[in-house]
């Protein structure tokens, strides 16, 4: 293993292409490359770019890798597409729209399929970016398969979080309904040369001020046309502007602390309900919910007996 973790640190894409397949498929090899790998994550900038489907999205992460690249930077990419109901690999494949950095060494493009998962993620992405850090990229963009109301889950992953809009793509009231304005630390108004920009722009600000939260950082707007390019500088600009600004206030460790906190939160929720499922099909089980169904028992009590058997199988230590 101690090979493996070598070469990827050598940024070998070979491996790092394999490694992100264990952990795509669930490979038991995936754990033990994880837990070497872990020591040296962690210092990778991690940019999310959300949005509506056909808001220009994978356009718009092609022209910052270029703005990445003339600064020195190495990138990695996560394009996290619609899994194909025939391959169950990513159906739309972000790299045939990134194709001019395809022989970049400095450049590594995935693109995962969502996989019937929620959110806006693939599963299988937060440890696919830790791979790459591991791999010496100092940026990370990861792109959502297209964000709708209850498809949050970047903010859980990113540092910087960019929400792009359209002009024309429906009342702006709607796109920031359930949360989703605020997991954007800044907006990018993506196909700013079409009619309608300065109402969104002025929708996007009148939200902004009643949403007015007591943060010292205010969510820049950017107008951008990704297809020439025009507006990537500032949007280049004000991403490295909250990236400072996170470190400089402390919020950097907080966000990164409270991230942590959340995955092993949902590995001990994923793990419990493996163990509780197993019980599921115990006999005894079944006779429980018999008698809950003929009102010999009260829901709680059984699920606090099985919960505490649980506890008694796995010991008071891990």
């Not at 929708?203 to 950082?217: G, N, R, T």
């Amino acid at each position: 293993m101690q090979d493996w973790v070598d070469r990827i640190r050598q940024g070998e894409r070979r491996k790092v292409a394999r490694a992100i397949s264990w952990i795509e498929n669930g490979d038991e090899r995936r754990e033990p490359l994880l837990k070497a790998l872990f020591p040296y994550t962690g210092k990778a900038c991690l940019i999310g770019v959300t949005g509506a489907p056909g808001a220009g999205k994978s356009t718009l992460v092609d022209e910052l890798v270029s703005q990445a690249r003339k600064r020195g930077k190495k990138v990695g990419v996560i394009a996290v597409d619609p899994t194909s109901p025939f391959t169950g690999g990513a159906l739309l494949g972000d790299r045939v729209r990134m194709t001019r950095h395809a022989l970049d060494a400095g450049v590594y493009i995935r693109s995962m399929g969502t996989r019937g998962h929620l959110g806006g993620l693939a599963r299988a992405a937060k440890e696919a970016t830790r791979v790459l850090d591991a791999a010496g990229m100092d940026v990370i963009f990861i792109e959502t398969v297209g964000v709708g109301q209850s498809e949050i889950d970047i903010m859980h992953l990113a540092d910087t979080v960019a929400l792009v809009l359209t002009p024309g793509s429906g009342d702006a009231v709607q796109v920031f309904k359930a949360g989703i304005m605020e997991t954007a630390d800044l907006f990018v108004i993506n196909k700013a040369d079409m009619d309608g920009t300065k109402k969104l722009v002025h929708d996007v600000e009148e939200m902004l001020h009643l949403a007015k939260s007591e943060a010292s950082w205010h969510p820049p707007i950017c107008e951008t046309i990704s297809k020439d390019g025009r507006g990537m500088e500032e949007l280049w600009t004000e991403l490295t502007s909250h990236l400072a600004y996170l470190k400089e206030s402390g919020e950097w460790e907080t966000r990164r602390f409270a991230r942590l906190r959340r995955e092993v939160q949902e590995i001990m929720g994923e793990e419990l309900s493996r163990r509780l499922q197993e019980h599921v099909k115990d006999p005894a089980f079944q006779r429980d919910l018999d008698e809950v169904q003929a009102r010999e028992q009260v829901p709680h009590e059984v699920a606090r007996r099985w919960l505490a058997r649980l506890a008694v199988e796995g010991g008071d230590t891990p």
